[in-house]
């Protein structure tokens, strides 16, 4: 929208000239809700993997970014061990291990070492996200298969 030119003499703005800019003020705002409609389709279709400050921390010192341990509250093995394992695989990481600190706690604490080349933090989101591509594609294929009915439905018996 072209930015208007302000005259010396201020006039005010006859009752089309308002209406005019009503219209052509609405028009924007509708175009910026058609920009966001589109961003918010486009963002469905490939998510950012958002971690909460709730979720994870990150244990003591901190100065060396290549060794770091990571608090996850309320997760257990099945995050755990697939997790360390997707992480391993990454050549840049020398060393990836978890544990639970108490089995009543609901902690998991893993422990990422790198290679001089990257940082325990980007080690993490990269794992994180290799591990949300591996569970998307399980779960197609898992679907796909399901969807062919090939399976035998048995009766409950009592």
């Known amino acids: 929208m072209a930015a208007a030119i302000k005259e010396k003499n201020d006039t005010t703005p006859s009752v089309e000239e ?7 003020e609405s028009s924007e ?9 589109k961003s918010d389709t486009e963002m469905d279709d490939e998510p950012d993997l958002v971690v909460s400050p709730d979720k994870v921390e ?17 997760e257990d093995h099945t995050l ?16 990836c291990g978890y544990s639970i ?10 422990r990422i070492q790198t290679t001089d080349r ?10 994180l996200d290799n591990l949300y591509d591996l569970v998307a594609c399980v779960r197609q294929a898992y679907e796909e298969d399901l969807a062919k009915k090939e399976y035998i439905e048995f009766e409950e018996v009592a």
């Open 58 to 74: 990150i244990i003591g010192n901190h100065a060396d970014a290549t060794a770091i341990t990571f608090c996850f509250k309320d």
């Open 80 to 95: 755990g061990n697939s997790l360390r394992h997707i992480i391993n695989k990454n050549s840049e990481v020398d060393f």
């Open 29 to 37: 705002i509708e175009e910026h809700e058609e920009e966001e409609e």
């Open 18 to 24: 308002e209406e005019q800019m009503a219209v052509d």
């Open 118 to 127: 990257t940082n325990a933090i980007e080690a993490l989101k990269t794992g």
């Open 101 to 110: 600190p108490h089995p009543s706690e609901a902690k998991m604490n893993v």
